[in-house]
């Protein structure tokens, strides 16, 4: 059974604990990985901030380096995309596809400034802005997008001169060790350093004494933990949580064209996106036609093993979720929903589970009202636009959202009253790498991506020189 080791100061770790990984198509543990001690733990908060201050000095090596790790990313190590499909579920294009985007999200990164901004330069005056860097930088992540999600954090914390310890989730850490050994050789110790282990480790980062910020993404219950812990020390925290976003189809669409888009909008990684769309309402002229095409479309999508060819969707990645999700369904079933297509578990081992349409169901039941992250969706009726914005907007809920119409411009005005980070016409899942993103309400602290995402890894210094 392969292993797998962390980095910790420039140097590969096999730790002195090793714990199990599981592959979700069969079910059964595939590898070994460390399970991180708290005193293998402080030798890396201690390795990344001995490294602190000669990396935070010039800006030029940052970019020098970030520029190496999107190279070397683009030309991955055999084995990595395999690898990742095996611990996350996705299909294998697709994971090639995250390791790609996350070397894409590693370039543009590193094209990105820090200027001092001169807002005064007077006879009494030369008044500056500067952006400084805050010190150690504990990055926690989830299972869905392991390595995308590592990179949004490694990138800008490095260029805007932080160093960094980061944990990958407990089910899908062995991208994120990989990712270590590709980087090993290209930062100087210390820089970046990778630790792998469960929830517990995850507690250990946020409440150790040497991280100035904590970049968390994951679910709303941990977040609030994450930002309890960062409390006492008021360390910086940047929250990415969960979503439930809405989709809001106006009376004019065209239903062929919209379906589809509306699909992969809510089943692409089986539905473990944050910013999936995880209910769709839908005018009452519409609601029948629509539930058959939602239907038609999830009965023709191969379900199957990520490493075998032609596989669409994979399995949910881990047993509490695949539960979940299970549980949610059996819910709306309780509650009198119509499953128009799926509903259930798919053969007898992993976690697959049948891409889901749900019908006869509305707010106050437990699939429209939570995030289900997994591949059931529920699809509402409405009677006019305003009712359902207000019930879209109806929740603690606030990650993103879109409106459909083909009067694009009608619809931006209903995406604009929906109280969410990122508001899609047309379109769902239109994130990139020069844009931030982040969640409104419970959905989130801050925002990563984009200069603005870059901003959250600095501290504001005014440099205020009187001439007088
Ligand atoms: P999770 O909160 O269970 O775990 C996320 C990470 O936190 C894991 O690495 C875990 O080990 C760690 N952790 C657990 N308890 C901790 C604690 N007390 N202190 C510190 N760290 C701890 O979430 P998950 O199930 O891995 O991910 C799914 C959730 O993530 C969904 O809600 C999804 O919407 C959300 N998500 C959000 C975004 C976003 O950008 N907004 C992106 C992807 C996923």
């Known amino acids: 059974m392969p292993e797998y080791t962390m980095l910790i100061d420039g140097k590969s770790v096999k730790g002195s604990k090793s714990t199990g990984v599981i592959n979700p198509a069969t079910g059964k543990v595939f590898a070994q990985v460390p399970d991180c001690t708290r005193a293998e733990l402080d030798q890396a908060m201690e390795a990344a901030q001995r490294a602190y201050p000669a990396w935070s000095r010039d800006i030029g090596a940052r970019r020098k380096v970030l520029g190496e790790i999107a190279a070397a990313l683009q030309q991955p190590p055999e084995g990595l995309a395999r690898t990742l499909t095996q611990e996350q579920g996705k299909p294998l294009d697709k994971a090639t596809g995250e390791i790609f985007g996350a070397a894409m999200w590693a370039q543009y990164t590193a094209s990105l400034e820090l200027p001092i901004e001169v807002i005064q330069n007077t006879d009494q005056a030369r008044v500056e802005i500067r952006r400084k860097p805050l010190g150690v930088v504990a990055a926690i992540t989830p299972w869905n997008y392991p390595m995308m999600l590592a990179m949004w954090k490694i990138a800008p914390a490095l260029l805007a001169g932080n160093t960094v310890v980061i944990k990958p989730s407990p089910f899908t850490p062995i991208s994120t060790l990989m990712l270590g050994e590709i980087v090993r050789d290209v930062v100087p110790p210390g820089v970046i350093n990778v630790v792998s282990g469960g929830d517990e480790l995850g507690a250990w980062m946020t409440s150790h004494p040497i991280p ?83 239907g038609e479309l999830a009965k023709g999508v191969k379900v199957g093993n990520g490493l075998d060819a032609g596989t669409q969707l994979g399995p949910i990645n881990n047993k509490p979720q695949f539960e979940r999700v299970t549980e949610l369904v059996e819910d709306a079933k309780k509650h009198g929903a119509k499953i128009v297509t799926g509903g259930n578990r798919l053969g007898k081992e992993g976690y697959f589970f049948e891409p889901t349409i749900v019908g006869g169901i509305s707010d106050g039941v437990r699939l429209v009202d939570e995030e289900q992250f997994g591949p059931a969706l529920p699809v509402i009726p409405y009677k006019d636009v305003d009712d359902a914005v207000r019930r879209a907007n109806a929740t603690h809920y606030g990650l993103s959202g879109s409106v459909w119409s083909k009067n694009a411009d009608q619809a931006a005005e209903v995406a604009a009253q929906l109280e969410c980070g990122s508001a899609w016409v047309n379109q769902h899942l239109a994130i990139a790498p020069n844009l931030p993103f982040g969640g409104a309400k419970w959905s989130g602290i801050g925002v990563e991506n984009g200069p603005w995402g870059l901003l959250g890894f600095t501290e504001i210094q005014v440099v205020n020189v009187s001439k007088v």
């Open 212 to 294: 100035r910020k904590l970049s968390f993404t994951g679910s709303i219950e941990t977040g609030k933990k994450v930002a309890a812990a960062a409390a006492p020390d008021l360390k910086r925290v940047t929250l990415e949580l969960g979503g439930n976003d809405a989709a809001i189809v106006l009376n004019d669409v065209d239903l062929d064209t919209v379906a589809p888009k509306i699909f992969w909008g809510a089943f692409e990684n089986s539905g473990q996106i944050c910013s999936a769309i995880k209910r769709v309402y839908v005018p009452e002229k519409m609601y029948s036609p629509m539930l058959e095409k939602l």
